[in-house]
C-alpha cells in the first residue's frame, strides 16, 4: 500500500476528491468519447463517474494506480448505460449538433472535394462511423488497447474479461473495421512511391 | 507460410506477441508476398487513424462543473445543473411545439391513425424531434384493448427510461392486434416534471382474417 500524507486525509473531502480527480477528468472524458461516438454522453458518462466516486474518496486515496481503475469504473457505468439504452424502444436517428458525432454524415462527406483537410474531414467522418459499427465491447477493446495502449494483460485485469475473450473481440473489431474503411485512402500514407 | 496462416497471425504480429520463430516466418512472408503486404499496410494504416482520432473538445468549463457538481452536498442526483436546464428545454419546447410542429411529428406525417391487420405483427413508427438531448426521460405507453407489443403479451401498460437525442428519435414499436378494437395508443413523454401526451388511432382492417 502507497504511503498516504497525513495532511491529505485532514483536508476536507472535497479537496482531495478535486486534487486526485482533476488531473483524470480530461483522460475519462477523451476515453468516454470514445467509448459513446458523442460528446453529451461522454460529458454525462464522466459525471455519472464522478458522482459516483465522490462518496468514495477516502477509497481512493488508497488506490496506487488510480488510472486503470479509474478506466475500469469508467468502462463499467458505459457498459451499464448500454443496457439501460437497449432495454429502451427509443433508437437514435440523428445524433448531436456536431455534424462528426453522425455517422450518417460520412456519405455527403465523401463530395468534400480533393483539399486536404476537407479530405481529413471526411476521413474522419468515415472512421468515426466505422467505430459506430462495432458493439459497445468491441468499441472499448479497441480504445483501450489500439488507442490509449493497455495490453491485452492489463485488460484483463481491468474489465475482468478472459484474455481469450478480448483476443477475440479484439481480432473481430479490428477485421471489421479494416471492412468497413476502404484501403483507399487508409494504406495511402504506408505507401512507397515508385 | 501460406496467405492463410499469416492473416491468422496478422493479430499478433500487429501487437508483437509472436515469439521470434513466428516473427521471422511471418516477416518473410511478407517479403515475398505482395497481397499480404498491401493487407499488412492496410490493417497499420487503419489501427493509426484510429489512433489519432482526436476527440472534440468537451465543453468549456466542463471540468469544473463536473467536479463541482460531483462534490455538491445535493449532487445526490445525477447532472442537476444539466437536468435544470434540459428540463426548462422540455417546457419550452413543447409549448412550441404545439404551434410550430418541432416536437412531434408522425411518420408518415401528418397521419395520425394507423391502420393494422388482425394477428399480423406491424412496426409503426413515431418520431419525436427534440431541440436538445433529454436524458433520462420517461416515455409511457398505454395500449387499446386487443392490440399487443410485441413480445410483451398482454401487458397493456408500459414505461421507459430513455435518453433522447437532439435532432430525430425513432420510436419503432412492433404491434399486433388481435381482435377488433376502436381504441387509442397514448404515448406520454415526460421529463423534468413537465410532459407531453401524444394519441394514435388505431383502426383494424379485417383483410387477414379470412372468417371477415
Request: net charge neutral; glycine share 6%.
Given at each position: 500500500m502507497p504511503p498516504v500524507s497525513p495532511y491529505r486525509r485532514t483536508r476536507p473531502a472535497a479537496s482531495n476528491f478535486e486534487d486526485l480527480l482533476r488531473p483524470q477528468v480530461e483522460y475519462l472524458y477523451r476515453l468516454a468519447w470514445r467509448f459513446t461516438g458523442s460528446v453529451a454522453d461522454a460529458e454525462d458518462l464522466v459525471q455519472d463517474v464522478l458522482l459516483k466516486l465522490y462518496p468514495r474518496t477516502q477509497e481512493l486515496l488508497e488506490i496506487e494506480r488510480l488510472r486503470p481503475w479509474l478506466t475500469r469504473v469508467l468502462y463499467r457505468q458505459f457498459v451499464d448505460s448500454v443496457r439501460k439504452q437497449a432495454r429502451s424502444p427509443i433508437v437514435a436517428l440523428v445524433t448531436g449538433a456536431e455534424g462528426e458525432d453522425n455517422p450518417l454524415d460520412a456519405l455527403p462527406a465523401m463530395k468534400d472535394g480533393p483539399e486536404e483537410h476537407a479530405e481529413r474531414s471526411g476521413w474522419r467522418r468515415l472512421i468515426l462511423a466505422a467505430l459506430e459499427q462495432l458493439n459497445s465491447e468491441q468499441r472499448a477493446v479497441v480504445t483501450m488497447h489500439d488507442v490509449e495502449g493497455y495490453s491485452l494483460e492489463e485488460l484483463e485485469t481491468i474489465l475482468e474479461t478472459p484474455l481469450g475473450t478480448l483476443k477475440s473481440r479484439l481480432h473481430r473489431a479490428r477485421q471489421r473495421l479494416r471492412v468497413l474503411l476502404p484501403m483507399e485512402p487508409f494504406s495511402a500514407g504506408e505507401r512507397v512511391k515508385g | 507460410m501460406e496467405c492463410r496462416d499469416f492473416a491468422l497471425q496478422l493479430d499478433d504480429w500487429l501487437d508483437r506477441r509472436l515469439d521470434s520463430v513466428r516473427q521471422k516466418s511471418v516477416q518473410e512472408h511478407l517479403e515475398r508476398c505482395p497481397s499480404c503486404r498491401r493487407q499488412h499496410e492496410h490493417a497499420v494504416a487503419v489501427q493509426r487513424a484510429v489512433r489519432e482520432l482526436s476527440p472534440p473538445a468537451a465543453h468549456p468549463g466542463f471540468v469544473d462543473q463536473a467536479l463541482l457538481r460531483a462534490t455538491r452536498p445535493a449532487a445526490g442526483s445525477a447532472h442537476p445543473a444539466r437536468r435544470a436546464v434540459l428540463g426548462a428545454a422540455l417546457a419550452a419546447t413543447l409549448v412550441l411545439g404545439v404551434g410550430l410542429g418541432v416536437f412531434l411529428a408522425m411518420q408518415p406525417a401528418p397521419v395520425q391513425a394507423v391502420a393494422l391487420t388482425l394477428e399480423r405483427p406491424e412496426t409503426v413508427r413515431l418520431m419525436f424531434n427534440s431541440a436538445k438531448p433529454l436524458k433520462g426521460a420517461t416515455l409511457s405507453l398505454a395500449l387499446p384493448a386487443n392490440v399487443e407489443l410485441v413480445g410483451?403479451?398482454?401487458?397493456r401498460e408500459l414505461s421507459w427510461q430513455t435518453d433522447l437525442r437532439e435532432g430525430a428519435n425513432l420510436l419503432e414499436l412492433p404491434l399486433i392486434a388481435r381482435g377488433a378494437t376502436k381504441g387509442e395508443l397514448v404515448a406520454h413523454l415526460s421529463h423534468g416534471g413537465s410532459g407531453k401526451t401524444f394519441r394514435l388511432k388505431i383502426e383494424i382492417d379485417n383483410a387477414g382474417r379470412s372468417d371477415m
Amino acid at each position: 500500500m502507497p504511503p498516504v500524507s497525513p495532511y491529505r486525509r485532514t483536508r476536507p473531502a472535497a479537496s482531495n476528491f478535486e486534487d486526485l480527480l482533476r488531473p483524470q477528468v480530461e483522460y475519462l472524458y477523451r476515453l468516454a468519447w470514445r467509448f459513446t461516438g458523442s460528446v453529451a454522453d461522454a460529458e454525462d458518462l464522466v459525471q455519472d463517474v464522478l458522482l459516483k466516486l465522490y462518496p468514495r474518496t477516502q477509497e481512493l486515496l488508497e488506490i496506487e494506480r488510480l488510472r486503470p481503475w479509474l478506466t475500469r469504473v469508467l468502462y463499467r457505468q458505459f457498459v451499464d448505460s448500454v443496457r439501460k439504452q437497449a432495454r429502451s424502444p427509443i433508437v437514435a436517428l440523428v445524433t448531436g449538433a456536431e455534424g462528426e458525432d453522425n455517422p450518417l454524415d460520412a456519405l455527403p462527406a465523401m463530395k468534400d472535394g480533393p483539399e486536404e483537410h476537407a479530405e481529413r474531414s471526411g476521413w474522419r467522418r468515415l472512421i468515426l462511423a466505422a467505430l459506430e459499427q462495432l458493439n459497445s465491447e468491441q468499441r472499448a477493446v479497441v480504445t483501450m488497447h489500439d488507442v490509449e495502449g493497455y495490453s491485452l494483460e492489463e485488460l484483463e485485469t481491468i474489465l475482468e474479461t478472459p484474455l481469450g475473450t478480448l483476443k477475440s473481440r479484439l481480432h473481430r473489431a479490428r477485421q471489421r473495421l479494416r471492412v468497413l474503411l476502404p484501403m483507399e485512402p487508409f494504406s495511402a500514407g504506408e505507401r512507397v512511391k515508385g | 507460410m501460406e496467405c492463410r496462416d499469416f492473416a491468422l497471425q496478422l493479430d499478433d504480429w500487429l501487437d508483437r506477441r509472436l515469439d521470434s520463430v513466428r516473427q521471422k516466418s511471418v516477416q518473410e512472408h511478407l517479403e515475398r508476398c505482395p497481397s499480404c503486404r498491401r493487407q499488412h499496410e492496410h490493417a497499420v494504416a487503419v489501427q493509426r487513424a484510429v489512433r489519432e482520432l482526436s476527440p472534440p473538445a468537451a465543453h468549456p468549463g466542463f471540468v469544473d462543473q463536473a467536479l463541482l457538481r460531483a462534490t455538491r452536498p445535493a449532487a445526490g442526483s445525477a447532472h442537476p445543473a444539466r437536468r435544470a436546464v434540459l428540463g426548462a428545454a422540455l417546457a419550452a419546447t413543447l409549448v412550441l411545439g404545439v404551434g410550430l410542429g418541432v416536437f412531434l411529428a408522425m411518420q408518415p406525417a401528418p397521419v395520425q391513425a394507423v391502420a393494422l391487420t388482425l394477428e399480423r405483427p406491424e412496426t409503426v413508427r413515431l418520431m419525436f424531434n427534440s431541440a436538445k438531448p433529454l436524458k433520462g426521460a420517461t416515455l409511457s405507453l398505454a395500449l387499446p384493448a386487443n392490440v399487443e407489443l410485441v413480445g410483451y403479451g398482454d401487458q397493456r401498460e408500459l414505461s421507459w427510461q430513455t435518453d433522447l437525442r437532439e435532432g430525430a428519435n425513432l420510436l419503432e414499436l412492433p404491434l399486433i392486434a388481435r381482435g377488433a378494437t376502436k381504441g387509442e395508443l397514448v404515448a406520454h413523454l415526460s421529463h423534468g416534471g413537465s410532459g407531453k401526451t401524444f394519441r394514435l388511432k388505431i383502426e383494424i382492417d379485417n383483410a387477414g382474417r379470412s372468417d371477415m
